[in-house]
């Protein structure tokens, strides 16, 4: 088959590791025989330099002309973030672009690579029960794109974010979340606030209202200050998390932790009319960019994700995860997953394994 792919690589660790996973899916399509037309764009400060803006109007039309994005991370270093080419950036690049697209449903998976037991902080046993859960977080609405104000009010400065869900919005969320339960466990469990908070309230009655063109998957409601405890407490309870903006954002952090790492995790980002993007949730890592030493895991699994979702590319994606967990099998460690008696591995050498797998 013949795709056109918007690559757009970003800031930070964002080029680096899109260097690799772009390298793994060269290596995929010769195996099977696939055409992945590449096309380049520039998002977050990367376009900034060039055209002063985080989301150009050339890579708008460029993803607008492709059958899906992969993006790679947006966003500056600490000490710079007060310069305007980092000022909003990741509201007007990432966020815009989930809004221009209308990607309203984000797919997060978290799962513990068998070989990577001893990454996960939680004991043993509870380890051993597996974890293996997928969030599905909401992503056009809720606080991130409510009303916004700065004011003054009797001297004094005051600040305004509205969280805001229409039905709708929570309605295709909830059809998306059940539809992946039933390709799994078969049970959603659907996290909100509704004790206080009104959207809550909201989230919840249509949420009932969709589970039940579900009977064959289990419904639970979970309040989200619990849902943070259970996740530690006993995170192989969960199948499927269904989320808002929000409280999805800061859980699946919190998930991640699980797995050992952000730099393991993969994202897709998709909207009603099945066209993605993908993106590892693990941020620019400013920290460490340029130096090769970034895991490359999690924007390889999200090029797998891609393949799988919008592609149909099953067998293809399941090579990709098999041969990164060949790769861990064989002892590979960059230094995000090694342990003090592991040498570290660079960027390249973690994929030059994969792909050796592949
Ligand atoms: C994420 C990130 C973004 C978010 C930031 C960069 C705006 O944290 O994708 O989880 O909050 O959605
Ligand atoms: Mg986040």
């Known amino acids: 088959m013949e795709c056109k792919i918007a690559v757009l690589p970003g800031d930070g660790i964002g080029p680096e590791v899109m260097e690799q996973a772009l390298r793994v899916l060269d290596a995929v399509g010769r195996k099977f025989s696939h055409k992945f037309h590449i096309a380049q764009g520039l998002v977050g400060g990367a376009a900034y330099d060039v055209y002063r803006t985080h989301f150009p109007d050339e890579t708008r039309k460029l993803c607008e002309q492709s059958d ?160 943070a405890m259970q996740l530690i407490r006993n995170p192989s309870q969960f199948d499927v998390v269904l989320t808002g903006n929000m409280f999805g954002d800061i859980l699946s952090d919190e998930g991640a932790v699980l797995a050992g790492s952000l730099g393991l995790l993969a994202s897709a980002s998709i909207n009603a009319q099945g066209f993605g993007l993908y993106e590892p949730p693990g941020g620019s890592a400013q920290d460490i960019a340029g130096k090769g030493v970034a895991n490359p895991i999690a924007q390889i699994l999200s090029a797998a994700m891609m393949l799988r979702f919008s592609f149909s590319l099953g067998n293809e994606a399941d090579a990709i995860e098999r041969a990164v967990s060949s790769a861990l099998s064989a002892g590979l460690r960059t230094g995000d997953i090694a342990s003090t008696a592991e040498t570290p591995v660079s960027t390249a050498a973690m994929a030059d394994k994969i792909i050796s797998f592949i």
């Open 68 to 227: 899906a994005i992969l993006f790679g991370s947006v966003g500056g270093p600490v000490a710079e973030l007060h310069l305007e080419k980092w000022r909003s950036c990741e509201t007007s690049s990432i966020l815009a672009i989930r809004k221009a697209f209308s990607f309203n449903a984000n797919f997060r998976p978290v799962r513990i690579f068998p070989e990577l037991k001893g990454l996960c902080p939680l004991r043993s046993e509870v380890v051993e029960r597996g974890v293996d859960l997928l969030f599905i977080r909401e992503l056009n609405g809720d606080i991130y794109f409510g009303r916004k104000e700065n004011l003054v009010r009797d001297g004094k400065r005051v600040a305004v974010d509205v969280a805001e869900y229409t039905e709708d919005q929570i309605f295709s969320v909830t059809h998306t979340a059940f539809q992946a339960a039933r390709k799994r466990r078969k049970k959603v469990t659907s996290v909100d606030k509704a004790n206080v908070l009104h959207v809550s309230k909201l989230w919840r009655e249509v949420v009932h209202e969709v589970a039940k063109e579900y009977p064959d998957v289990q419904l639970e409601d979970m309040l989200v200050d619990n849902c």
